[in-house]
């Protein structure tokens, strides 16, 4: 981390940014995938200020989540380390119980201790608190999108101190099983709901198309267009406290659509998300960015912007600070991803490689019944499709989801929605077994406790 930290000084020195004002907004939609939203291509669904942001600054193109599952994707992007490294394997509340190990520190510690205030309004998903030192935790409904912009606004307006925010959204994440499980149903504190066409909607190819589903989504379009309000109205309260220009503004998506196909999966519904960076100073962003990155990248970023050595143990990932202005970034070709459960009682370990045009995924526990997750087995899109008999969901075999192989490859040029498995080519043998000792090598590298058992090849460890 020390040459981008000397790149940070030497950009910060230029600007007469002075060091105790590098603040940090992280704002967080929940189930969001890559490709709903205006400024990554969407004809339908409506994001002006998501948008006016990618203008702003960089749209990073391929950007993943390592786990599509709520609770432990958070604790990737607080703690720079992946799920079978951080100990937060599935969900944190209730039965699930799940929390980051003793010996792992979150960011808001980190930035903590370098002077920082800190402050998280909306979902936060997080466990053990005493990992998390958060100054500034107000009670908010995190599908209040009004209220929370005051929050905000009322944390700027009495912090002095560098500053780390973060503003999580509980929108598109579905408001229950019952129904198309999206939508809002009425005026939320004065806010008004955007109204979409069902018959206008983007079906995508994983999912069905039928009634049900296109309502479910027209609501998840009501929703996402709600939170893109939020994210205009935090950003209007920080230019009106004067922090514009010295703050890093980072967007994200936890991971994908509640959907199945997505939730739960290392299918690109599930992980590839909208990430978009504004960072003060850059003379020429380069955007749309070629870049792949991960939420791996997300506390090494935060990290090199605030000036916060971190010795204590290595990261997974590496500050994206250096490459904003960069058309042509080398070995940045290639993430890592990690799944263990969503629930306690949907255990179904993952590791997966994703290279520009490859991926492979390494299912540790083939033969099991792939457990959907519980937002996503009950809800009416799965209920109805199983209730009707159907074969496929989507362009998938209803089968080939619930009972995967060890192994899956996807050329994803020529199969974008992965429902072609290469990994038994003869073709396609050389490629995998290149991506299987590059897995194996960054798995090993991490120390990752289930290799000790496991190995994609099927060999007795």
């Known amino acids: 981390m020390k040459h981008t930290l000397t790149f940070l000084l030497s950009l910060l020195a230029s600007l007469g940014v002075a060091e105790d004002s590098r603040n940090i907004l992280f704002l967080i939609s929940d189930n969001h995938t890559w490709t709903d939203v205006g400024c ?75 002077g920082y205030r800190t402050g998280l309004i909306g979902k936060d998903h997080i466990k053990p608190l005493e990992k998390y030192p958060i ?19 009322e944390f700027l307006d009495e912090t002095e101190a560098p500053f780390f925010l973060v503003v999580s959204f509980s929108d598109p994440h579905p408001v229950s099983i019952d129904g198309p499980g999206w939508g809002i149903e009425e005026t939320t504190n004065g806010y008004t709901p ?27 379009y009501q929703q996402i267009s709600r939170m893109d309000h939020g994210v205009g ?20 998506s936890d991971h994908g659509t509640s959907e199945p196909g997505a939730m739960g999966t290392h299918y690109e519904p599930g992980v590839r998300v909208p990430f978009l960076v504004r960072c003060p100073g850059l003379e020429n962003p380069v955007s749309p960015h070629r870049a792949l990155v991960a939420f791996t990248d997300l506390t090494p970023t935060f990290l090199d912007w605030a000036g916060v050595p971190f010795e204590d143990y290595p990261l997974h990932g590496r500050s994206i600070l250096p490459i904003l202005e960069n058309k042509s ?10 799944h263990v459960g969503h629930d306690i009682f949907a255990y179904y370990p993952m590791r997966t490689l994703r290279e520009r045009r490859y991926k492979l995924i390494w299912n540790l526990t083939p033969g099991t019944e792939y457990p959907l997750p519980i937002d996503t087995v009950q809800r009416r899109t799965w209920v109805d499709l199983r209730a009707r008999g159907d074969q496929k969901i989507g362009d998938r075999n209803v089968e080939d989801y619930l009972h995967r192989p060890r192994l899956e490859l996807y050329d994803l040029e020529e199969d974008p929605w992965e429902t072609k498995n290469l990994a038994d080519s003869s073709e396609h043998e050389t490629i995998r077994d290149a991506m299987v000792e590059r897995l194996m090598e960054r798995l090993e590298e991490q120390s990752d406790p289930w290799i000790r058992k496991y190995h994609p090849l099927g060999r007795e460890q």
């Open 233 to 252: 109205l935090v950003l209007e309260k920080l230019e009106q406290v004067g922090h514009s220009e010295d703050t890093l503004v980072v967007f994200i």
């Open 194 to 220: 955007l109204k979409y066409d069902p018959t206008e909607v983007v079906v995508p190819p994983f999912l069905p198309d039928t009634p049900e589903v296109r309502e479910g989504i027209a609501g998840y």
């Open 135 to 153: 100054d500034f935790k107000p009670r908010a409904r995190s599908r209040d999108v009004i209220a929370m912009a005051e929050h905000a606004g």
């Open 329 to 338: 970034p080398e070995d940045w070709d290639e993430v890592l991803l990690s």
């Open 40 to 114: 990554y291509g969407h004809p339908v669904v409506r994001t002006p200020n998501l948008d006016r942001l990618a203008e702003e600054g960089v749209r990073f193109e391929q950007a993943f989540a390592t786990t599509a599952s709520c609770g432990p994707s958070r604790a990737v992007m607080y703690t720079g380390l992946l799920t079978h490294a951080n100990g937060q394997y599935a969900h944190p509340h209730r039965e699930h119980n799940q929390q980051l190990r003793a010996d792992v520190t979150s960011v808001f510690a980190m930035l903590k201790g370098a």
